[in-house]
């Protein structure tokens, strides 16, 4: 189902085309208008087009000539009202009130909202989320889990096959500390690894790296457990293993309060890997020798001195390092999971190094550059700007951000809406809690820093997760006044007698879903979705202040009103789902 956009744009493009002949015009042929008043598209292109006449003509030629040229060979009037030339040569156009309203509930009667699968789909491996499991997982794990989660959201979504994969980091020096701390002080694990459990995961780090601080036998035994790790111990590979389950349910926990679904798979799968990859990057000429190490030299990459600055796969003692594991982890996935794209969602800060791995996987001919891309996240912040940290300057463990969260959500609810049972405000605290937490980070641009403040993700005005859903809970709420369901009746009332300003406007944002998808899967954005959210929340606030419903007399318009306000909460419902916020009835 094409868009209005769409459908508006295939016809100017062929007024465009045939003035501009052979001319190419680089330039968007329709953009949204700044100006409501001039009305909802602007086509631009007369400007471009007439100093490229020009140049070819060898004379100036007028833009406001160009568009009229465009005009008579525009064929809008199924679509648009009669359109308009403006200023220098602006063609601006206004879709018929009729023409909006049919496509609005022809849309909304879609479960997909008009928004086709895709015609090839792929086989898409979403890397995130990546929890060391030597720690709990803290906040700074948050925006790799959920950020990562939404675009895998969106690629399903998009009709694509995705693998979303928890690349954990399972293996390292540390684990010798932490296979010894088990042996000496939970013996039992050793013959009976079901019953093994760990309370918490950072306390039982801290004790590990006291007695490795502190004791230079066990620090020398520790030691003496990563040699017979990396050997392949069969009993220490137990103990390791019994750790890394244990680890690994303290993250799925948060998932499953998150609603992530995820597949594990830690850097140790890819460890009998790693020295075939140096080995084939030193064959292939890729790899050279620099100060004992070997590194790959690529273009375009210096040190401060100016110098050429390897990318190191394997290190001077003959240890591997993050580049080789990556590399190893990339081969692996294009040739035995047989993915197409491959796109990670880390910190920000480690783009240089994916930006590396990537061109030395083209180079060796293991994956296509365009292929592999890199989501880089800001830092989250506390409200004064600073890392987000507890009151005592500590790491904020993500399981007590949550539950505060929650905590935070119920009391809010018991002020909004007194009188619900406690079935009620447990389920809004969990709803609104973590769907608060999520919205307050995605709703800002990936690449960004933000800061989390409470106050502000709890507000009731504004683009927050709150808001959204009251305005979904009010949309709700009409069904129990009206005594119908207004969901139901998008699929049995026409919007055609919905004529009033605030109306139109809020069809016209309804109608514009479709495009602004396009937008979102292409950036992988979230912050795009959820800003259209917000405006669709406001412009429905704007439509219940100024039109009214329940004491309308007109029982057609009734209807019809609210038929509006069930496909609003059709597309915020839609729209929360797609970052994993889950809705509410009741607020």
């Not at 009037?77 to 200023?87: N, R, V, W, Y």
Request: charged share 30%.
């Amino acid at each position: 189902m094409k868009s209005l956009l769409a459908q508006l744009r295939d016809k100017v493009s062929l007024a465009v085309s045939a003035v501009a002949g052979d001319i190419e015009i680089k330039g968007a042929i329709l953009v949204p208008s700044q100006n409501p008043k001039f009305g909802d598209y602007q086509c631009n292109v007369s400007m471009e087009l007439a100093g490229k006449l020009g140049k070819a003509r060898g004379e100036k030629v007028n833009p406001r000539q160009v568009a009229t040229a465009i005009m008579e060979k525009l064929e809008v009037s199924e679509l648009s009202e009669e359109p308009e030339i403006a200023g220098p040569g602006f063609i601006n156009f206004k879709l018929k009130n009729d023409v909006l309203a049919d496509y609005a509930i022809t849309m909304l009667r879609d479960e997909r909202l008009g928004i086709a699968k895709v015609a090839n789909p792929e086989r898409v491996l979403v890397d995130f989320s990546g929890p060391n499991l030597a720690k709990e997982m803290h906040v700074g794990h948050l925006r790799s889990t959920i950020i990562g989660d939404s675009v895998a959201r969106f690629m399903e979504f998009e009709g694509h096959e995705v693998l979303r994969m928890n690349h954990v980091g399972d293996w390292g020096t540390q684990f010798g500390m932490l296979i010894q701390f088990i042996r000496t002080t939970r013996p039992g694990a050793l013959e009976n690894p079901e019953n093994f459990e760990i309370a918490d995961l950072e306390d039982f780090y801290r004790e590990a790296k006291k007695m490795f601080d502190e004791s230079d036998e066990f620090k020398d035994a520790a030691r003496r457990a990563v040699v017979d790790l990396q050997s392949g111990d069969e009993a220490t590979l137990a103990v390791w293993k019994v750790f890394c389950e244990e680890s690994l349910k303290h993250c799925h926990e948060i998932y499953g309060q998150l609603d992530i679904k995820i597949s594990d798979r830690g850097e140790s799968a890819y460890n009998d890997m790693l020295k075939d990859v140096v080995e084939d990057l030193k064959s292939a000429g890729k790899a050279e020798q620099t100060e004992g190490a070997w590194g790959v030299f690529l273009d375009g990459y210096k040190n401060k001195d100016d110098e050429p600055l390897p990318t190191i796969v394997q290190k001077s003692d003959g240890g591997y390092i993050y580049a080789t594991t990556d590399l190893a982890a990339i081969r692996y996935r294009f040739a035995e999971q047989k993915t197409d794209k491959l796109i990670y969602v880390t910190d920000a800060r480690q783009k240089t190094h994916f930006d590396q791995v990537f061109e030395i996987s083209e180079l060796m001919d293991w994956a296509p550059k365009d292929s592999m891309r890199h989501i880089g996240f800001g830092m989250m912040l506390g409200a004064d700007g600073k890392p987000f940290k507890t009151r005592t300057g500590g790491t904020v463990k993500l399981k007590d951000l949550l539950a505060e969260a929650e905590s935070r959500a119920g009391e809010l609810a018991r002020e909004l809406t007194p009188g619900l049972s406690e079935e009620e405000y447990k389920e809004i605290a969990f709803a609104a809690g973590l769907g608060g937490v999520k919205y307050s980070d995605l709703s800002h641009g990936v690449a960004t820093d933000y800061k989390f403040d409470w106050n502000k993700m709890l507000a009731t005005d504004g683009n927050t997760a709150i808001y959204i859903l009251m305005t979904f809970a009010r949309t709700r709420g009409l069904s129990r006044k009206a005594g119908v369901d207004v969901d139901s009746l998008v699929d049995a009332t026409d919007l055609a007698r919905l004529t009033e300003e605030q109306e139109i406007k809020l069809i016209k944002k309804i109608a514009s879903t479709p495009d602004v998808w396009q937008g979102v899967v292409r950036d992988l954005a979230p912050h795009l979705l959820l800003n259209h959210l917000y405006e669709l929340a406001r412009d429905f606030g704007s439509f219940w202040n100024s039109c009214p419903i329940m004491k309308l007399e007109d029982e057609e318009l009734k209807q019809s009103r609210l038929a509006l306000a069930g496909g609003v909460g059709r597309v915020l419902k839609w729209g929360l789902s797609m970052v994993g916020i889950q809705t509410l009835d009741k607020l």
